[in-house]
């Protein structure tokens, strides 16, 4: 491909399964067991993929262009793979997310950038994805409510965050794909918000301590040149704000100081506090370390009482764990399961049962990491957890990935089917199921 390869690469991010792979296509995959002929749909998996040349020196994950890698199934068969380049008509193209709504499918990104909407044959279409919005900005991890049809997103936008203005903004599409909301929040600083929650009555706003402050800072908290955009600030007061969905009302909330990248699901209990349930980590970019490593996120509770403004944290597991899912039809609902991913070695999901605190194990195997697990519920469930979890798993030894479905039900068991890959799956982000009968 050029002079450096994944071995050579000083880069942990260049090498071994961070590498680039070039885009291919290959039709009728090798299929080791028996895919559930109820799966019918394409799987999406986003992530970046750096084009030539790349700066090996300064290179993070978290600026590279993005690639989607589709699988399409139908009646048992794997039908086809591809891998693309995400392309956009707005200029970055999104390496966060993909994920449908409604009858469109998103590729996302935060930071303002545009979502671009893609077909079933990963087909990159230029058309505005909020048609008669007052901006593009969006998120890459929005909520849909599957009552009401709507997404929502807490966007910041980065061209703001140039200007000096710190705020950010709850974004509301509704099942139309029409933008119905784009409410400003104004903040005290820039924070990184990655994720959102929903419940009823609320849409969470993350105000933590990493930050754009477009450069770091030294032991005594001032500013230093820095080409690395986040920072912990130790100054900042930590906190969770309950947006109300209904008017510009917001209740903020202070917390003990941490971050997170991804939740697994919030709600509002009988009792009106609002439950959320996420990947915790202590501490992110010191300035002595600033990478996302080092510290490890733990599957932790967070008890918010919006009346009397109080937070109570527990952890649920001592285990660190992230790439957070849950049932798509239970964001900001009740849900009893939650499935992740083990921090560090990547080979083991994990099925999070928050009736009885119980957290089964499904082990991939020494010489395998797998991706982000999402779930896909049957169309007739008869329970919560009655589906399957597929997703991407990279084989250090062949040096080439599968796809797998297990049953969420036998949850340690055996896979029911691996799909044999033609090239690896660079690590990525995120992903989802498409139903497309």
């Known amino acids: 491909m050029n002079k450096h390869n994944k071995e050579e690469s000083k880069n942990r991010f260049l090498s071994g399964n961070w590498y680039p792979v070039p885009e291919t296509s290959t039709d009728n995959l090798k299929v080791i067991g028996e895919l559930p002929k109820e799966l019918c749909g394409l799987f999406l998996r986003n992530g970046p993929n750096p084009k030539e040349p790349i700066n090996h020196e300064n290179y993070h994950p978290f600026f590279g ?45 935060e930071g303002g950038t545009a979502p671009v ?41 980065f061209e703001e965050y140039l200007k000096g203005i710190s705020r950010v903004h709850h974004v509301v599409i509704d099942r139309n794909g029409k933008q119905v909301r784009d409410l400003a929040i104004e903040l005290p600083s820039k924070p990184m918000v990655h994720d959102c929650a929903i419940t009823k009555n609320y849409v969470l706003i993350f105000d933590l301590p990493v930050t754009f402050n477009l450069g770091r800072r030294d032991k005594d908290n001032d500013l230093i040149g820095s080409d690395y955009p986040v920072i912990w600030d130790e100054k900042h007061v930590a906190r969770v704000g309950l947006q109300s969905r ?3 009302q917001i209740t903020w909330v202070d917390v003990n100081p941490g971050f997170l990248f991804h939740i697994v699901n919030s ?21 002595n370390n600033p ?12 008890k918010i009482d919006p009346i009397k403004k109080t937070c109570t944290e527990e952890m649920l597991d001592d285990r660190p764990m992230e790439f957070s899912r849950v049932h798509p039809y239970l964001d900001g609902k009740e849900n009893r399961f939650g499935y992740l991913l083990n ?33 896909v519920p049957k169309k007739d469930a008869n329970s919560e957890d009655d ?14 990935s599968e796809f797998y479905v297990l049953d969420a039900q036998n949850f340690s068991s055996y896979p029911l089917a691996r799909v044999q890959l033609p090239q690896r799956v660079p690590f990525g982000f995120h992903g989802s199921w498409i139903n497309l009968d």
């Open 291 to 302: 990478l996302p490593m080092g510290y490890k996120p733990f599957l932790t509770r967070w």
């Open 65 to 109: 262009e993005g690639m989607i890698h589709g699988l399409r199934i139908e009646n048992g068969k794997a039908l086809w793979y591809k891998n693309k380049y995400v392309t956009s008509p707005f200029g970055f193209g999104p390496n966060t997310h993909v994920m449908p709504h409604e009858q469109k499918i998103y590729a996302l990104v």
């Open 246 to 248: 209904i008017n510009e």
């Open 117 to 157: 909407i893609i077909d079933s044959e990963m087909n990159f279409l230029e058309e505005e994805p909020f048609p008669r919005s007052s901006s593009k900005r969006f998120t890459a991890h929005p909520k849909i409510d599957s009552d009401t049809g709507e997404m929502h997103g807490i966007s910041y936008d």
């Open 387 to 400: 589906g399957f979890i597929v997703g991407f798993v990279y084989d250090k030894n062949t040096d080439l």
């Open 267 to 287: 709600y509002e209990d009988s009792q009106g506090n609002v439950i959320l349930d996420f990947c915790r980590y202590e501490k992110l970019f010191e300035i």
């Open 343 to 375: 921090d560090g070695n990547l080979n083991n999901y994990f099925k999070h049962d928050f009736q009885t605190g119980n957290t089964s194990v499904h082990a991939i195997g020494e010489d395998k990491q797998a991706a982000e697990p999402v779930f």
